[in-house]
């Protein structure tokens, strides 16, 4: 009988798995991946396809904005226009964890 338990608990965890794979959201990074061009995609369609606000937003003296979205160690920069219309990647990045010095 106890292989019965064992039996329901194997059960369980599969669904607890394809549930958490179920609801997987994709990040910042592969939402970013997934479109080829942000030039010309005006803010509200940026923000909305990366599903936040930015973390940064500088106002630069001519007139562009840079906003900068981040999750964890992935970063994306986007230089839009004073008509809020991208103008591309101002910078990406990916910190990598740095290794301790023996």
Same mark, same amino acid.
């Given at each position: 009988?106890?292989?019965?338990?064992?039996?329901?608990?194997?059960?369980?965890?599969?669904?607890?798995?394809?549930?958490?794979?179920?609801? *997987?959201?994709?990040?910042?990074?592969?939402?970013? %991946?997934?479109? &080829?061009?942000?030039?010309?995609?005006?803010? &509200? $369609?940026?923000? $909305?396809?990366?599903?936040?606000?930015?973390?940064?937003?500088?106002?630069?003296?001519?007139?562009?904005?840079?906003?900068?979205?981040?999750?964890?160690?992935?970063?994306?920069?986007?230089?839009? &226009?004073?008509?809020?219309?991208?103008?591309?990647? %101002?910078? %990406?990045?990916?910190?990598?964890?740095?290794?301790? *010095?023996?």
């Amino acid at each position: 009988m106890l292989y019965l338990g064992w039996i329901a608990a194997a059960f369980m965890a599969g669904v607890i798995v394809s549930q958490r794979r179920r609801n *997987h959201r994709p990040g910042l990074r592969e939402r970013s %991946e997934s479109t &080829d061009s942000f030039a010309g995609l005006k803010y &509200d $369609e940026v923000a $909305e396809h990366f599903g936040s606000l930015p973390c940064m937003t500088v106002r630069r003296a001519n007139g562009t904005v840079l906003h900068r979205w981040q999750q964890g160690r992935y970063a994306i920069a986007l230089l839009f &226009d004073s008509a809020s219309v991208c103008l591309g990647v %101002e910078e %990406e990045k990916t910190q990598t964890r740095k290794e301790p *010095h023996v």
